[in-house]
């Protein structure tokens, strides 16, 4: 439960009234935020009945069902109101028709994509203001987001690798930059003609440069 992913999400949201789970799983994120009084509610929701009912046991266990409820539902479709809203561990694409279908608007929104990152930069930037942007590494590599009401605009760079994590120049980028520049390689040896992958690893490399790696 307690993840250096999990615990990364928790850090990013907001102290709230009232959280909403989208896509819960077994609670993990929720709950934590329950225990350390970053929300004082948090309602869980998501697709899939039997993984609802995950969270909905282990905040039995916990003691916390009396700061919780539970929506078998799409995205927000069976939620009213949110201060927060955490959408993490789907793709991007998922999680831009999520929040583009909401029929509220939250102040804040805490994403953790595992796919399409620039589709969601681009997305978030026209629609709100990106407060942090930044990868971590647990095991394999996450980016995480979190935007708030407002608006924004992103260069091309910034789009592609983060506006925080091109600011901060931290490990975890650096780590990133460099197994992407391997990747990136050994799909090019396959299709050395490939145009999108000889332009990704351009980028990549003006990137190493900046970074000093």
């Not at 796919?115 to 709100?128: G, S």
């Not at 996450?142 to 600011?167: P, V």
Request: glycine share 6%.
């Amino acid at each position: 439960m307690h993840s250096a992913r999990i615990e990364s999400i928790v850090s990013l949201v907001p102290n709230c009234k009232i959280l909403a789970d989208v896509g819960c799983d077994h609670g993990y994120i929720g709950v934590s935020a329950l225990k350390c009084g970053k929300a004082q509610k948090v309602l869980f929701s998501d697709i899939s009945a039997p993984s609802l009912n995950k969270a909905r046991l282990l905040c039995e266990r916990q003691g916390l069902c009396d700061r919780a409820e539970f929506f078998v539902g799409n995205g927000l479709e069976k939620i009213e109101y949110a201060d927060c809203v955490v959408i993490a561990g789907m793709g991007g694409k998922e999680t831009i028709d999520i929040i583009a279908n909401s029929h509220f608007l939250p102040e804040y929104f805490v994403l953790q994509p595992m796919r399409n990152l620039p589709e969601v930069r681009e997305y978030a930037a026209k629609n709100f203001k990106i407060e942090y942007d930044k990868i971590i590494c647990d095991k394999k590599f996450y980016n995480l987001m979190l935007i708030r009401q407002g608006n924004d605009s992103l260069n091309e760079k910034e789009k592609i690798f983060g506006r925080t994590n091109l600011k901060d120049k931290h490990d975890a980028f650096k780590r990133y930059v460099n197994l992407q520049i391997q990747k990136t390689k050994n799909l090019l040896n396959k299709k050395p003609d490939n145009e999108i992958m000889l332009n990704y690893l351009k980028q990549l490399a003006e990137i190493a440069e900046e970074l000093n790696i």
